[in-house]
Structure formats: C-alpha cells, structure tokens
T-cell receptor, first 110, second 114 residues
Framework: QKEVEQDPGPLSVPEGAIVSLNCTYS??????FMWYRQYSRKGPELLMY????GNKEDGRFTAQVDKSSKYISLFIRDSQPSDSATYLC??????????FGQGTELSVKP | DTAVSQTPKYLVTQMGNDKSIKCEQN?????MYWYKQDSKKFLKIMFS???????INETVPNRFSPKSPDKAHLNLHINSLELGDSAVYFC?????????????FGPGTRLTVL
C-alpha cells in the first residue's frame, strides 16, 4: 500500500463547476500538507500549503486537512479552463522529504 | 530569470550508455533535490542535498550518483542506462529543510532510453 493514495482520474468538468480533489494517507507522522499543480510538460508548482489540521483559503482554492481521518482535500470554485492540469498532493513528516500522491488529471471544458 | 534550470531538456540515448543531467538554482537556497516522475505521473524523491551534504538517499540503484559542487548546483550522473530509467527527472530547491519550506521545481529533463 502506498503511503499516499490519490485517484489519478482523469476528471473532466464544465467551466464554472466546483472541483473536489482528495488524497488519503497512512502515515500519522505527516504534519505538512501541500497541493502542487503541474501543467503539461512543466515542473510542479506549489498551490497551497497547510500545516496540521484545518482549512486554508486562497482565492478560488480551499485546502482542507483532517488528520483524524488521514484525508486531505482541495476545492476549486468557479473552475476555469486555465485550471486544467495535474494536481498532486504532497505531504511530509519532516522538512525536505515530500511524499507525493499519483496526481489527478483535471480538464475544465469551456 | 529562471529560478531552477536543468540541462538538457530532452535526452535520448541507448541502453548501457552513461549520461549526466545538470541543475542550477539562482534562488540562494541551501537545499536541492532530484525527483523521478514515471509515465503514470508518480513523482518520487531520489536524493536531497543541504549545503552540499547528502541528506536523503532513497532506495535508488547505485548507478545513479548525485554530485553537488556548490550550493547552487546539483548534478545527476547515471551509469549503464536501462530501459526502466526512462522518465522525467526534476530538480528542485528549497530555502532549507523546514517542513514549511516551499520546493521550487525545474522544468524537467525527459530521458528516453532505447
């Protein structure tokens, strides 16, 4: 079993939809939770970072962490075609060693 | 102003050859990493260096040898290339090893072994 599980999709939604992306994990030592966005043929870039449990909002993006359930989510409101990318969850117990999920490929259709 | 750059961008080579990938960051960061992303987009850490010192060395075949000549550079040398080494290799850097330190990724090197 992988330490971090993420449904690879692909996920296709119409423009303006609310998108929900999720990851589950098994290592209770994870404290740092991130979402990276990766456009085709580019390197991943950090989208959201959350420490421990709770919610964090940044514009149209909301990250949630539920450590009791070992479950993290990323919500995208009013999705745009420019949001089409692969979204990777990542987490670590200590600095430096990020463990990534497989990534969910998202396509937002105009 | 490229923050993390890698060369080459594409690398096509025959099985058994030896090749190197170079990475440079101009962010003044102390920590650099090598990741491998397979055909299913699964991204896995291989190595990390902090101030030129090896910190993370995952279960990677010893055909892979990283080298950090200074804090701004991290190279990856691969001996006796195999078909299974075909992947995209990403270099990344971060200010340090703190959990909240953002890792900045380079554009990747797409390696194809024939």
């Amino acid at each position: 079993q992988k330490e971090v599980e993420q449904d690879p999709g692909p996920l296709s939604v119409p423009e303006g939809a609310i998108v929900s992306l999720n990851c589950t994990y098994s290592n209770s030592a994870f404290q740092y939770f991130m979402w990276y966005r990766q456009y085709s043929r580019k390197g991943p870039e950090l989208l959201m970072y959350t420490y421990s449990s709770g919610n964090k909002e940044d514009g149209r993006f909301t990250a949630q962490v539920d450590k009791s359930s070992k479950y993290i989510s990323l919500f995208i409101r009013d999705s745009q075609p420019s949001d089409s990318a692969t979204y990777l969850c990542a987490m670590s117990a200590w600095g430096g060693k990020l463990i990534f999920g497989q990534g969910t490929e998202l396509s937002v259709k105009p | 102003d490229t923050a993390v750059s890698q060369t080459p961008k594409y690398l096509v080579t025959q099985m058994g050859n030896d090749k190197s990938i170079k990475c440079e960051q101009n962010l003044g960061h102390d920590t650099m990493y090598w990741y491998k992303q397979d055909s299913k987009k699964f991204l896995k850490i291989m190595f990390s260096y902090n101030n030129k010192e090896l910190i993370i060395n995952e279960t990677v075949p010893n055909r892979f040898s990283p080298k950090s000549p200074d804090k701004a550079h991290l190279n990856l040398h691969i001996n006796s290339l195999e078909l299974g080494d075909s992947a995209v290799y990403f270099c990344a850097s971060s200010p340090g090893l703190a959990g909240e330190d953002t890792q900045y990724f380079g554009p990747g090197t797409r390696l194809t072994v024939l």
